[in-house]
């Protein structure tokens, strides 16, 4: 079936990198992605991965995936108070390609320090 | 570009009463528009996926008749919660992909309807 797995908290200092780590179930999946959510917030899309990449870097953000162990990290350098937010990793199955649906995970509350 | 709105951003209501929530994609065409829920401090879950002029497509143990989807144009789609309940109060976010694009690896979502029914 199709799950992904999420840790629920993290909590780091100002000026630290932070990793948020995710799992996810479908090998097919053709795209992965990190979407932030403020508090009473939609969803922003901060960054996605393409299943034929090992890494994307996109300014303080870095994404890993491990096709083999379909382990997937998102890697936050410098955190800021600001990046404080629930985090959530989401799988695109290629069943659901055409329609789009995504399969997200419980999201990980990140919480920075001053 | 690619902003997706909802309205109203908060609503109260009475049990029994129903409530509509729009979903509008303001700068570009949506053929598809999702519905999720979400519960405080849980995942986002699909309720429904929405294609404009053909009947929604709802997950399993969604009831359709008490949540009712409309997606009569390319730029909206509405959420209907019918005799709404006290457990149907809970965060609704809706979502839409621009399937014109070649790439359209992306879905937009909406800022997300807190429904609160008393």
């Known amino acids: 079936g199709e799950d992904v797995e999420q840790s629920l908290f993290l909590s780091v200092r100002e000026g630290d990198s932070s990793v948020i780590n995710c799992t996810y179930t479908?090998?097919?999946?053709?795209?992965l992605y990190w979407y932030k959510q403020e508090p009473g917030a939609g969803l922003q899309l901060l960054t996605y991965?393409?299943?034929?990449?090992d890494m994307k870097q996109d300014q303080r953000l870095t994404v890993l995936l491990n096709k083999k162990d379909k382990h997937l990290s998102l890697r936050i350098a410098d955190t800021q108070t600001g990046d404080s937010a629930i985090y959530f990793c989401?799988?695109?199955?290629?069943?659901?390609?055409?329609?789009?649906?995504?399969?997200f995970g419980q999201g990980t509350e990140l919480s920075v320090k001053p | 570009g690619a902003v997706v709105s909802q309205h109203p951003s908060w609503v109260i209501c009475k049990s029994g009463t129903s409530v509509k929530i729009e979903c509008r994609s303001l700068?570009?065409?949506?053929?598809?528009m999702f519905w999720y829920r979400q519960f405080p401090k849980q995942s986002l879950m699909l309720m429904a996926t929405?294609?404009?002029?053909?009947?929604?497509?709802?997950e399993q143990g969604v009831e359709k008749d008490k949540f009712l989807i409309n997606h009569a144009s390319l730029t909206l789609s509405t959420l209907t919660v019918t005799s709404a309940h006290p457990e149907d109060s809970s965060f609704y976010i809706c979502?839409?992909?621009?399937?014109?694009?070649?790439?359209?690896?992306?879905?937009?979502f909406g800022p997300g309807t807190r429904l609160t029914v008393t």
């Open positions: 989401a799988e695109s199955p290629m069943i659901y390609n055409q329609g789009g649906k995504l399969i």
């Open positions: 700068d570009f065409q949506a053929t598809t």
């Open positions: 479908d090998s097919s999946s053709t795209y």
């Open positions: 929405s294609n404009e002029g053909s009947k929604a497509t709802y």
């Open positions: 991965i393409f299943s034929n990449m």
């Open positions: 979502s839409a992909r621009d399937n014109f694009r070649t790439s359209s690896y992306e879905q937009y």
